[in-house]
């Protein structure tokens, strides 16, 4: 009997381009895929303060430094992923210096912790969010033990959800604050 050669076949859905190759796998990029980065970038604006940069420039200083070589692209890695991380990355560099612009405190740190007018105003977003979720005794549960400093392993123990069950908790508190234009961020 004669030995057939076979070539491996390579099952990807997305073939990563040359590294510095950045503007064709733009081009190349699916409406899906450019409606996915808008997404992103919408959803990374809304964490900034008022002042901000937009989603579409965000998006756009994203692409434009991948573009440029200020940012550069990972073998292996793909594309949307990238940028993601890139408008991440952006977003993170921007609060680091509008606090340094604007004399804010560090977000882990505890200054003024102790300010009343704080104390009352976090006790009424919580106030808030727990009304917003008085029917969802999961969601309540979970928000619950993440405001006592809980780790995702230990909230899942104590509650007695299975892992799929506590990302889609996650994945439900979080798009009914974001529909309520409630924002809040967790450990």
Same mark, same amino acid.
């Given at each position: 009997?004669?030995?057939?050669?076979?070539?491996?076949?390579?099952?990807?859905?997305?073939?990563?381009?040359? !590294?510095?190759? $950045?503007?064709?796998? @733009?081009?190349? @990029?699916?409406?899906?895929?450019? %409606?996915?980065?808008?997404?992103?970038?919408?959803?990374?604006? !809304?964490? @900034?303060?008022?002042?901000?940069?937009?989603?579409?420039?965000? %998006?756009?200083?994203? $692409?434009?430094?991948?573009?440029?070589?200020?940012?550069?692209?990972?073998?292996? $890695?793909?594309?949307?992923?990238?940028?993601?991380? $890139?408008?991440?990355? %952006?977003?993170?560099?921007?609060? !680091?210096?509008?606090?340094?612009?604007?004399?804010?405190?560090?977000?882990?740190? !505890?200054? *003024?912790?102790?300010?009343?007018?704080?104390?009352?105003?976090?006790?009424?977003?919580?106030?808030?969010?727990?009304?917003?979720?008085?029917?969802?005794?999961?969601?309540?549960?979970?928000?619950?033990?993440?405001?006592? *400093?809980?780790?995702?392993?230990?909230?899942?123990?104590?509650?007695?959800?299975?892992?799929?069950?506590?990302?889609? &908790?996650?994945?439900?508190?979080?798009? &009914?604050?974001?529909?309520?234009?409630?924002?809040?961020?967790?450990?």
């Amino acid at each position: 009997m004669a030995e057939a050669s076979q070539q491996p076949k390579v099952w990807s859905l997305h073939v990563v381009p040359p !590294r510095r190759d $950045v503007g064709a796998a @733009l081009a190349a @990029l699916s409406e899906q895929d450019l %409606l996915r980065l808008r997404a992103i970038a919408r959803l990374r604006a !809304r964490s @900034l303060p008022d002042d901000g940069m937009s989603w579409s420039d965000l %998006l756009h200083e994203a $692409v434009l430094r991948a573009l440029a070589g200020a940012r550069p692209w990972p073998a292996g $890695v793909p594309l949307l992923a990238f940028l993601a991380g $890139v408008m991440r990355s %952006l977003c993170d560099e921007y609060w !680091r210096r509008h606090r340094r612009q604007h004399d804010l405190p560090a977000p882990h740190d !505890r200054g *003024g912790a102790d300010d009343p007018e704080r104390a009352c105003a976090a006790a009424e977003a919580l106030a808030a969010i727990q009304r917003l979720f008085a029917s969802d005794n999961a969601a309540l549960k979970v928000i619950t033990a993440l405001t006592s *400093g809980m780790a995702a392993e230990d909230i899942r123990r104590q509650c007695g959800l299975t892992e799929v069950e506590y990302d889609t &908790t996650r994945r439900r508190i979080r798009r &009914t604050m974001l529909r309520h234009g409630l924002t809040w961020s967790w450990p």
